[in-house]
């Protein structure tokens, strides 16, 4: 018999500009992909997920002179920090790309002259106006007043010999792009917005080479030039899975399933990219996701107000201090609890604890040890037998118990698919909430008096005993360590074999002997939390 392929699924992170050490915000942006990334190995699908930093621009080369430093030296310390500021968070990446690698490079110098060959590239002259710290150059007509329409600051006015690429060619094929998948960028608001800002006033070609810096790739034949970074920089997406040097592996690969990126780059990765890859033949990726930014609350006279994260003033987040100090499952579920995915939000130290101690310790911390105590203290830290199926017997807690779960099962893919998260976790947290009162209600401890309520308590502690293990599989995307423990102090298997059999109710095999272990989240004694 054919063993049957499991579907392959690629997606990715942007790559990260090394000039800065990690901040909370790009940890909201790899841990959504990381959250991703780990439903769909759930779901046994064959994932490849692709991170990495983006080490030819001006600003790294900038950064490098000021720290007395080579940028070649500069940039490998960063990818270091990059490494250290991932496994902190848990971040289960199967590649890390830096664009200074050799095979990144070949596969530069294979694309530029595809395209080139092509008739896309022709060198001409620039002149207008341009941002080094975002690193993208504007129109007169797109930059009102001389500033840069996405971070605000004055432009520079750049004039000397380019190359360029004929975006304007691809412009029809762009137009529908969009009107024929409408899922190819998201959220929906997100493909509005390109259209009404981009599309419809009409692209323009693109610069694609400098010859001012000299910290990038050479321009194939004629060195005097360097990739422009956005031309050098979206390639990692092909030659992190072998386009140039290991063409098996990028067919196996191609074409990425899911890009997630910034609200500020989605322009790039949604006009700029396809076009690219259309021009050199390649298929385009499945689909584009543009997520929000967060911010820092800061307390101003008693009110607390989002603010930027800045240098200036003083409030860059590292995630590796804020895991360090509350857990790493505490940071990755209150970033993707309190602010959606898709829009902006805010970090705040105070409302992490206040999560930490209401939802975490709370709600579950306090539902899995109130299990695994009056398993062991009931019957002996064995499960009882218990309902598999719902029946018309059971009491109406059972039945909603049971609903809720139900519930979860049915609407928790859609939402993981979607990437939204906050509302995955809050359907989940449905059944932690569910749990809890039903322990209220059925009141384990006055069963276990009764003799002859022996049977109904064992019933009760099943069905708890079976809510724990559903939620250690809908959480393990989240929260990976903290779904491991739950799994081991019921003595299951690390993480879940079959998923489809595995989240349907009656999975729990009486019988087996529990493994209480520590309390998951440790209640904190924080100033302004209850």
């Known amino acids: 018999m054919t063993p049957v392929s499991r579907e392959k699924y690629y997606l990715t992170t942007p790559i990260y500009y090394p000039n800065a050490e990690p901040h909370v915000g790009s940890a909201f942006e790899i841990v959504g992909v990381d959250v991703m990334a ?164 009409g692209l323009d070609d693109v610069c694609i080479s400098r010859t001012t810096i000299h910290w990038g790739i050479p321009v194939p034949d004629d060195p005097k030039h360097v990739i422009y970074v956005w031309f050098d920089a979206l390639l990692n997406y092909l030659t992190g899975v072998g386009y140039g040097t290991d063409e098996e592996l990028f067919r196996s690969r191609w074409p990425a399933d899911l890009h997630v990126v910034g609200k500020d780059i989605v322009r790039f990765h949604t006009l700029l990219w396809p076009a690219m890859l259309m021009s050199a033949g390649i298929p385009l990726p499945k689909r584009v996701f543009g997520h929000g930014f967060v911010q820092v609350l800061s307390d101003d006279m008693g009110v607390e107000e989002p603010v930027k994260m800045s240098k200036s003033l003083g409030n860059i987040v590292k995630p590796g201090d804020i895991s360090g100090k509350y857990g790493v499952d505490a940071l ?81 893919p859609a939402l993981m698919e979607e990437l939204s998260f906050s509302a995955a976790l809050e359907a989940i947290w449905s059944l932690v909430r569910a749990a809890n009162r039903y322990v209220e209600e059925t009141k384990p401890w006055a069963l276990a008096k009764d003799p002859a309520s022996r049977p109904r308590l064992g019933v009760v502690l099943y069905q708890l005993a079976e809510s724990c293990r559903l939620l250690s599989i809908w959480l393990s995307p989240f929260v990976p360590t903290t779904a491991r423990k739950i799994r081991s102090q019921f003595a299951l298997d690390e993480a879940a074999t079959d998923f489809a059999l595995e989240a349907a109710w009656g999975g729990t095999k009486p019988g087996t002997m529990i493994r209480k272990g520590e309390p998951l989240f440790p209640r904190l004694d924080l100033p302004g939390t209850t």
């Not at 779901?43 to 490849?48: A, N, P, Q, R, T």
């Not at 209150?334 to 604890?353: Q, T």
């Not at 539902?367 to 017997?393: C, F, N, W």
Request: proline share 5%; net charge negative; with cysteine.
């Open 38 to 201: 780990r439903w769909k190995r759930l779901l046994d699908c064959d994932v490849f997920f692709l991170t990495g930093t983006d080490e030819h621009a001006e600003k790294v080369s900038k950064v490098a002179k000021e720290a007395g430093v080579t940028p070649e030296r500069l940039v490998e310390d960063m990818a270091e920090k990059f490494k250290q500021a991932w496994k902190s968070l848990d971040i289960s990446y199967d590649r890390f790309i830096r664009t200074e690698e050799e095979v990144h490079k070949r596969g530069v110098v294979q694309f530029w002259r595809i395209v080139r060959d092509k008739g896309d590239i022709y060198l001409g002259s620039y002149e207008g106006l341009y941002c080094m710290p975002c690193e993208s150059y504007w129109t007169r007509t797109q930059a009102k007043a001389g500033v840069c329409p996405e971070c605000g600051r004055t432009l520079q006015t750049l004039r000397e010999p380019a190359y360029f690429f004929a975006l304007s060619k691809y412009q029809e094929p762009l137009e529908r792009l969009f009107r024929e998948n409408p899922d190819f960028l998201g959220p929906a608001f997100r493909r509005h917005e390109m259209e009404e800002t981009f599309l419809k006033p």
């Open 332 to 412: 990755r579920y209150f970033l993707m609890k309190e602010i959606p995915y898709a829009g902006d939000g805010a970090y705040s130290e105070r409302n992490l604890a206040m999560r930490y101690n209401t939802d975490l310790a709370n709600d579950l911390g306090n539902l899995v040890l109130r299990t695994l105590s009056m398993i062991e203290r009931y019957v002996g830290g064995r499960i009882p037998e218990g309902h598999a199926d719902p029946v018309v017997e059971w009491p109406d807690a059972d039945k909603v118990l049971h609903a809720v779960a139900e519930e979860v099962a049915e609407n928790v």
